[in-house]
């Protein structure tokens, strides 16, 4: 079960980061990029379809190179979408990093519970799931209010500056526990 716990907590700084930016990321592409409310419904629309369409293809990547590769891939994904999100002027371009987007959550979301399946013990892995769902549930309760303060205070584009750090942060810690992970 540690093996479990140390991997959920190398990737809270994602569900943090996640949880700050698709709170206010909306607002940001409406008003910084200025994007119609269809337009944002668009936007988030084709992230979730590309993840739709790849799960299947992603998995069988994942059962051939490993999880491991997948998961720090999905965090690589993660810290180009916001950092590219914080350097656009144009709302056109978040289609393109949405694409992208989309790619990452379907890594992370094909890969990550079965890595914790593999790492674990056959009686215990609903407690094990229930660990990983716990690191993604306080990320989304600690992520929201951050990323609100965040833009209010310092500007979306410092938020999603901070959420690209705290997504190399967390690429690094989930390098190194992976290293001591065997599948």
């Known amino acids: 079960m540690r093996r479990t716990v140390l991997l959920s907590a190398t990737l809270l700084p994602l569900m943090i980061s996640s949880g700050m930016v698709?709170?206010?990321?909306?607002?940001y592409i409406s008003e910084e990029l200025g994007a119609n409310r269809i337009e944002v419904g668009g936007i988030f629309t084709l992230g979730a379809t590309v993840g739709l369409v790849t799960s299947y293809i992603l998995g069988k990547v994942a059962d051939r190179i490993g999880k491991k590769p997948m998961i720090l891939l999905s965090q690589s994904?993660?810290?180009?979408?916001?950092?590219s999100y914080s350097l656009i002027y144009d709302k056109?371009?978040?289609?393109?990093?949405?694409?992208?987007?989309?790619?990452?959550?379907t890594m992370l979301g094909v890969s990550a519970p079965a890595l914790i399946a593999d790492i674990t013990e056959k009686g215990e892995?609903?407690?094990?799931?229930?660990i990983y769902s716990t690191s993604w549930s306080m990320g989304?309760?600690?992520?929201?209010?951050?990323?609100?303060?965040?833009?209010?205070?310092?500007?979306?584009?410092?938020?999603?500056?901070?959420?690209?750090?705290?997504?190399?942060?967390?690429?690094?810690?989930t390098y190194l526990t992976l290293k001591k992970i065997e599948e």
Do not use: C, D, H, K
């Open 125 to 130: 892995r609903g407690e094990a799931m229930g």
């Open 77 to 83: 994904g993660f810290a180009f979408v916001m950092l």
């Open 22 to 27: 698709y709170s206010v990321l909306p607002i």
């Open 140 to 173: 989304w309760v600690l992520g929201p209010i951050t990323g609100g303060a965040l833009s209010q205070f310092f500007g979306f584009r410092v938020m999603l500056r901070v959420s690209f750090a705290m997504l190399v942060f967390g690429f690094i810690a």
């Open 92 to 105: 056109s371009y978040a289609y393109l990093i949405q694409i992208f987007e989309g790619l990452s959550w």
